[in-house]
């Protein structure tokens, strides 16, 4: 019913810059909570971001600073502006969402991914 759709990832050098973006389509009432996950080969889902619907936000202690997350109501959109990316960025990324579906029932998605790779 609800699809979140990635896009953004890539390869970049170490030092650079990427920004990726999920977009929420389907039957939505509202979206809550948007947030980015990331998993490294070999190691658990963590935490990337999150950003409320009234736009407060938290981060992982390893991206404060290099990371931006922003979102556009609007559009049921989420962003993740990555700079100053290092190797240990590598991962694939995921897109999380809490949604209240047009039944009023709140459900969590998750997006299909996108690999961003940091080369050293």
């Known amino acids: 019913q609800v699809q979140l759709v990635e896009s953004g990832g890539g390869l970049v050098q170490a030092g650079g810059s990427l920004r990726l973006s999920c977009a929420a389509s389907?039957?939505?009432?509202?979206?809550?909570?948007m947030a980015w996950y990331r998993q490294a080969p070999g190691k658990q889902r963590e935490l990337v971001a999150r950003?409320?619907?009234?736009?407060?936000?938290n981060y992982a202690d390893s991206v404060k600073g290099r990371f931006t997350i922003s979102r556009d109501n609007a559009k049921n959109t989420v962003y993740l502006q990555m700079n100053s990316l290092k190797p240990e960025d590598t991962a694939v990324y995921y897109c999380?969402?809490?949604?209240?579906?047009?039944?009023?029932?709140?459900?969590?998605?998750w997006g299909q991914g996108t690999q961003v790779t940091v080369s050293s």
């Open positions: 999380n969402s809490k949604v209240l579906i047009k039944t009023l029932m709140e459900y969590v998605y």
């Open positions: 389907g039957s939505i009432f509202s979206v809550n909570d």
């Open positions: 950003i409320t619907s009234g736009g407060n936000t």
